[in-house]
């Protein structure tokens, strides 16, 4: 029996990740390449190679965005997003979508500060990502606070907090590292290092 259960939890710990990994991999891979994948293939037939409609997805993105910076193209696609942010519903949907991408790829990038936030009347600290420092925009009486995201382990969730500065400490870890290492629960850290206690 005890074989058995050995050999079970190391193909666990193994195994199923590598497999959840792949799978992931191949899940995202065929989403992309049926955007655009679909409408290609027929006019392909037997040539058609799987990825093509990555590629055909990454040029036609490539496209858009340079005709966003030419003068006619530039002002019909402002024009349309002036549009879809005065329709009601899709207004609130469309910003959120926008604010978010361009928080993780725009040049005012978001999550791109870690910091420790103090827990009142505690030693404690949980770790978080300024998404902006400038809150009085909406909230007038909140000058001294900053907005910070909480990332809760095991799950892609969080909270937005709003933190005074002098309850947050920045700290110089890459932002990637600090998401992994709460995901995981402080569990991606000690991959290398043995146990200290």
């Known amino acids: 029996m005890k074989f058995f259960v050995k050999n079970f939890l190391n193909g666990v710990l193994t195994i199923v990740p590598i497999i959840l990994a792949i799978y992931v ?11 655009l994948g679909k409408y290609v293939k027929p006019y392909l037939a037997d040539a058609y190679v799987p990825g093509i ?4 997805t990454i040029a036609l993105i490539t496209v ?6 030419q003068y006619v193209s530039g002002r019909f696609i402002r024009l349309l997003d002036r549009l879809l ?3 009601p519903f899709m207004k609130t949907v469309y910003s959120v979508l926008k604010d978010t991408i361009a928080s993780f790829v725009g040049e005012k990038r978001s999550f ?5 936030v103090k827990w009142p009347n505690t030693e ?3 770790i978080g990502f300024i998404t902006t420092e400038e809150v009085d925009t909406l909230f007038h009486s909140l000058e001294d606070h ?6 809760q382990t095991f799950q892609m969730a969080g909270i ?3 933190v005074p500065k002098t309850n947050i400490e920045v700290v110089d870890v890459k932002p990637e590292e600090a998401m992994k290492f709460v995901l995981s629960g402080g569990m991606a850290s000690s991959k290398s290092k043995g146990p200290s206690m």
């Open 85 to 87: 942010e005065s329709i």
């Open 124 to 126: 404690m600290k949980c």
């Open 112 to 116: 791109a500060k870690v910091v420790l």
């Open 160 to 162: 937005t907090l709003l």
């Open 25 to 35: 991999f191949v899940e995202v891979f065929a989403f992309l390449d049926g955007l």
């Open 64 to 69: 858009l965005g340079w005709l966003s910076t």
């Open 53 to 56: 409609g990555i590629l055909c």
């Open 146 to 151: 900053v907005a910070v995201y909480i990332p």
